[in-house]
């Protein structure tokens, strides 16, 4: 394939609607869920009254002085504070479902950078991906799958002139390849950055890390690092999969195995570390490139769905006509004359 042609392609045909689609639904998710964990203590954490465990006028700031910005700063009224914070869970709610398409998802990333200032002590890092990569989705027809459409969107875009809507695709294309580049550099910074340690370099990483406290699994780490070779084999091969990982990727028939093994990766961290928001927000990213498996999987799905279905239609009418119940007739013998009864 010639240069032209591939830019073509790259213009005319969209790339990973599936996969995006996942990712976005799976943000949307984290977002949720660090809105609903925190649902009970969302005064004490988040609050603007003076039992907050940041008082308002330190995050006020903690805010200007990183030249940054929140929702949560404009005000110290309570009313304003909860239709915030329940704004911003509808928000996540719509975006996981797949509804108000990209203005929601737009306010959608606000909403959840203005909860993120406000108690940045929680947070493990996927926040960062996170909102790297929502300001990506929007150049991306991210709703095409895994959503609720009214039609509105699709009337509005109709209405538009031809050369405008013939950037549809180029623009997801763009942010698809941005969210893969990003992806790369994620893993590929992280590796080298792995690389310089020296207990990186002497393969005895993994024992440290899953003997902190705070990340420690009871009953389940103990057994990782007491043995000599998994921590060996868990250290250089965490660092190797990492600095590698754009070839993978780069590779088409690599590029579904290197994610299903990046994915495995971050579950296995969400599960041993605890670190849920960061393994799903890397999950979630990876989900675009498993899109072209993703469609062949709903599609072998689909026609085992149909022939399941015409078996057990199959096998009630048999269990129909073994217990003597009457049969309908086919169109074919109700065509036919029945002889008059004598």
């Not at 465990?53 to 200007?64: M, N």
Request: a neutral charge; aromatic letters at 12%; glycine letters at 10%.
């Amino acid at each position: 394939m010639s240069i032209k042609e591939a830019i073509d392609s790259a213009a005319s045909r969209p790339v990973a609607a599936l996969g995006v689609s996942g990712t976005r639904a799976l943000l949307g998710f984290v977002g949720l869920m660090y809105y609903l964990s925190h649902y009970s203590d969302r005064h004490y954490l988040f609050g603007p009254g003076s039992d907050s465990v940041l008082p308002h006028r330190l995050f006020v700031e903690q805010v200007q002085e990183k030249g940054s910005f929140s929702l949560y700063t404009w005000s110290t009224s309570d009313a304003w504070f909860e239709g915030i914070f329940h704004l911003g869970l509808l928000a996540a709610l719509a975006v996981t479902v797949g509804v108000g398409g990209r203005v929601v998802l737009a306010a959608h990333g606000i909403l959840l950078w203005s909860l993120y200032e406000r108690q940045w002590a929680f947070l493990d890092g996927g926040d960062n991906l996170a909102q790297l990569v929502i300001p990506m989705l929007l150049l991306t027809n991210c709703y095409q799958h895994l959503s609720f459409s009214s039609g509105f969107a699709n009337r509005l875009i109709g209405r538009l002139p031809e050369s405008v809507r013939s950037l549809s695709v180029p623009l997801h294309n763009l942010g698809m390849a941005a969210i893969a580049v990003q992806m790369c550099l994620v893993y590929v910074v992280s590796g080298l950055y792995k690389v310089q340690g020296e207990v990186w370099q002497d393969g005895t990483a993994l024992f440290y890390i899953m003997r902190v406290p705070e990340f420690e699994l009871p009953g389940v780490s103990s057994l990782v690092y007491n043995s000599d070779l998994i921590v060996f084999l868990g250290t250089y091969g965490t660092t190797l999969f990492l600095v590698y990982f754009p070839m993978g990727i780069l590779v088409p028939s690599l590029r579904p195995w290197t994610a299903v093994a990046s994915i495995a990766f971050h579950v296995s961290i969400g599960v041993f570390m605890g670190l849920t928001g960061f393994a799903l927000t890397m999950v979630a990213c990876d989900l675009i490139f498993l899109s072209s498996a993703l469609s062949r999987a709903g599609q072998i799905a689909g026609t085992i769905g149909k022939r399941w279905t015409r078996r057990r239609a199959g096998g009630l009418r048999a269990t129909a006509t073994e217990q003597g119940a009457p049969e309908r007739d086919s169109p074919v013998d109700a065509a036919v004359p029945q002889p008059a009864n004598q």
